[in-house]
């Protein structure tokens, strides 16, 4: 699987952002999406999970609320609609791709994409 995303920039705090990550190679609906985020000097850490077919979604507690994940099985493509942004959203957005059900581990997903950099200006 083949994970390219897009949709990142600058924007200022309390603005919205629609990041979109498009797979290629396989079978989309097989796999369970996520998106991670990694800060400067930070870790990776998780941000929100969607599974197979059915749709079941999951949110880091720090987003919950605020993000929304979702895909289209028809275009092979899942959205992370950002709203409200803040300073401390600032990172590099990854999307991944792992083949069962939506976890919240990084190290469980076995394809990435490059990374898209959000901006959130205070």
């Known amino acids: 699987v083949q994970l390219q995303a897009s949709g990142g920039g600058l924007v200022q705090a309390g603005g919205s952002l629609r990041l979109s990550c498009t797979a290629s190679?396989?079978?989309?609906?097989?796999?369970?999406m996520g998106w991670f985020r990694q800060a400067p000097g930070k870790e990776r850490e998780f941000v929100a999970a969607?599974?197979?077919?059915?749709?079941?979604?999951y949110y880091a507690d720090s987003v919950k609320g605020r993000f929304t994940i979702s895909r289209d099985n028809a275009k092979n493509t899942v959205y992370l609609q950002m709203n409200s942004l803040k300073p401390e959203d600032t990172a590099v957005y990854y999307c991944?791709?792992?083949?069962?059900?939506?976890?919240?581990?990084?190290?469980?997903?076995?394809?990435w994409g490059q990374g898209t950099l959000v901006t959130v200006s205070s």
């Open positions: 969607i599974s197979r077919s059915v749709g079941g979604t």
């Open positions: 991944a791709a792992r083949y069962g059900a939506a976890v919240t581990r990084a190290m469980l997903y076995d394809y």
């Open positions: 190679g396989r079978t989309f609906v097989g796999y369970a």
